[in-house]
């Protein structure tokens, strides 16, 4: 190891310092964002806590690159395109493939926290579908 080269400070982010509503029109209810990485070159990962009310639902989207989702807690679904929902509880990983559309979101009877990764191309990480 060598510990003479010159490291670049690290990049904490502190809990709490990021949080805002989610923008207007991509679920049926607002819901708690925070950024934890924004990284705005193309294929740079971007990562975000949610949490969800209970009975709230993302809009169909698709990432270009793909997307994991890992279930901090409660319960909820998610759900690909012409498949059935699954049901997601704390510890879940799962992971979409570039372009699928799917959705998630709370149970009706839950809320439902989660870290999600994605990476950006064209200066997106996600493309909102119509209903």
């Given at each position: 190891?060598?510990?003479?080269s010159?490291?670049?400070?690290?990049?904490?982010?502190?809990?709490?310092t990021a949080?805002r509503?989610?923008p207007?029109?991509?679920a049926?209810a607002?819901f708690?964002?925070?950024?934890?990485?924004?990284?705005?070159?193309?294929g740079?990962?971007?990562?975000?806590r949610c949490?969800?009310e209970?009975?709230?639902?993302?809009?169909?989207?698709?990432?270009p690159?793909?997307?994991?989702?890992y279930?901090?807690s409660g319960?909820?679904?998610?759900?690909?395109?012409?498949?059935?929902?699954?049901?997601?509880?704390?510890g879940?990983?799962?992971?979409?493939?570039p372009?699928?559309?799917?959705?998630?979101?709370?149970?009706?009877d839950?809320?439902f926290?989660?870290?999600?990764?994605?990476?950006?191309?064209?200066g997106s990480?996600?493309?909102?579908?119509?209903?």
């Amino acid at each position: 190891m060598n510990r003479t080269s010159i490291r670049q400070p690290l990049a904490i982010h502190r809990a709490g310092t990021a949080i805002r509503r989610s923008p207007e029109g991509i679920a049926n209810a607002p819901f708690w964002v925070e950024m934890l990485v924004k990284d705005s070159e193309d294929g740079g990962l971007t990562a975000m806590r949610c949490t969800l009310e209970p009975g709230t639902m993302t809009r169909w989207h698709t990432h270009p690159h793909g997307q994991i989702l890992y279930v901090l807690s409660g319960v909820g679904h998610a759900q690909c395109d012409n498949e059935p929902a699954e049901e997601l509880r704390a510890g879940d990983c799962i992971t979409f493939a570039p372009g699928e559309p799917h959705r998630h979101g709370a149970t009706p009877d839950s809320t439902f926290a989660y870290i999600s990764i994605q990476a950006q191309q064209n200066g997106s990480a996600v493309t909102w579908l119509e209903d």
